[in-house]
């Protein structure tokens, strides 16, 4: 049976050239020979609104040659790339997902997430998810001139940089999933398999939930860790992606 793949967080941007190619290359070469791809949310380092980038941009493109070729192509937003809508769907052919989305795998229900919702001890960072995910907030913001949208992106980046490298001084474990949420999530859907992206930290985690055996996997970011999980014939298998 041909492999399904899981990805997240290659935050695309043009600053970063090698990376785009890669991801295409990635599109191309391996999701080519996939029953499916999911990519996890923060495709792109920032997404200001579908209006903003052409329909002819190189991953857009990549992406609709790759389902019409017949592989479903499923797309998560992350917290990058919130503003990811019809449009985009529209372009690339893909199927824009919920957060959380529960699939079924082989006979089993696996719990798709980004991740950001599984980190609730950043109480800031769960106060500033709920307002940019307010549909008034957001038409607010998709009115603003594309210039006025970029500016307020840049700033953004630069306020969340520095609010990392405050936390990553202080208490780094603010940034990382909350195990009891974690448990709640996937009790209250009734799957005993998560798979999210967005900490950057790419693990298998094994643990118990009311007795039973559960698993967590976590998948890393392109920059430094390149990691694609690839599920196939029951088994799931946390890899590095050839550079």
């Not at 307020?152 to 990392?164: D, M, P, T, V, Y």
């Amino acid at each position: 049976m041909k492999p399904t793949l899981f990805l997240s967080d290659m935050h695309l941007d043009p600053s970063r050239p090698d990376m785009i190619q890669l991801f295409i290359r990635f599109l191309m070469e391996h999701g080519s020979r996939a029953r499916e791809v999911y990519l996890l949310g923060d495709i792109f380092e920032a997404w200001i609104g579908d209006d903003a980038v052409p329909a002819d941009h190189p991953v857009l493109k990549a992406m609709r040659q790759l389902s019409d070729s017949g592989v479903p192509v499923f797309v998560m937003r992350g917290n990058r790339d919130f503003l990811l809508g019809d449009a985009f769907a529209e372009t690339t052919g893909a199927t824009l997902l919920d957060d959380p989305t529960a699939i079924e795998l082989d006979g089993e229900t696996v719990l798709l997430m980004h991740g950001d919702l599984l980190c609730t001890d950043d109480v800031e960072y769960q106060q500033f998810r709920a307002m940019v995910n307010d549909p008034r907030w957001q038409a607010g913001f998709l009115a603003k001139s594309i210039p006025e949208r970029l500016e307020l992106a840049k700033q953004a980046r630069s306020e969340s940089s520095s609010r990392n490298t405050q936390l990553a001084g202080e208490r780094q474990e603010i940034m990382d999933v909350t195990p009891q949420t974690v448990i709640d999530t996937m009790r209250a859907h009734g799957v005993r398999r998560l798979i999210h992206g967005h900490t950057h930290r790419p693990d298998i985690h094994h643990f118990e939930i009311d007795g039973e055996p559960a698993v967590r996997i976590v998948l890393g970011d392109w920059f430094d860790q390149g990691s694609v999980l690839v599920y196939q014939d029951g088994d799931y298998d946390l890899q590095t992606v050839d550079g």
